[in-house]
């Protein structure tokens, strides 16, 4: 009776790390544009931010979800 070869496990690749998507509005290192013209015509409430991570534009559209590994929830 011939032996059977031990079954080697093979490794799995290391995980990424997660990043789930958040909406910019919720972030604590989003600083609001309160500018006139990028106020909502309806609750004159912001639709721009600034954040230091934000690399492709000037600023940012709040409503927006992104993966964001720098994401900080807001403080109370």
């Known amino acids: 009776m011939k032996r059977r070869a031990p079954v080697v496990a093979k490794p799995r690749p290391a995980k990424k ?6 909406c910019c509005r ?3 290192h989003v600083t609001l544009v309160t ?3 990028t106020l909502t ?7 721009l931010g600034r954040c230091p991570y934000w ?4 600023s940012l ?5 992104i993966e964001c590994s720098h994401y900080k929830g807001a403080e109370p």
Not at 41 to 47: I, K, L, N, Q, Y
């Open 17 to 22: 790390k997660e990043v789930a998507l958040v």
């Open 26 to 28: 919720e972030c604590g």
């Open 35 to 37: 500018d006139f013209h």
């Open 41 to 47: 015509v309806h609750g004159r409430e912001p639709t």
């Open 55 to 58: 690399t492709e534009s000037k």
């Open 61 to 65: 559209l709040l409503s927006q979800k």
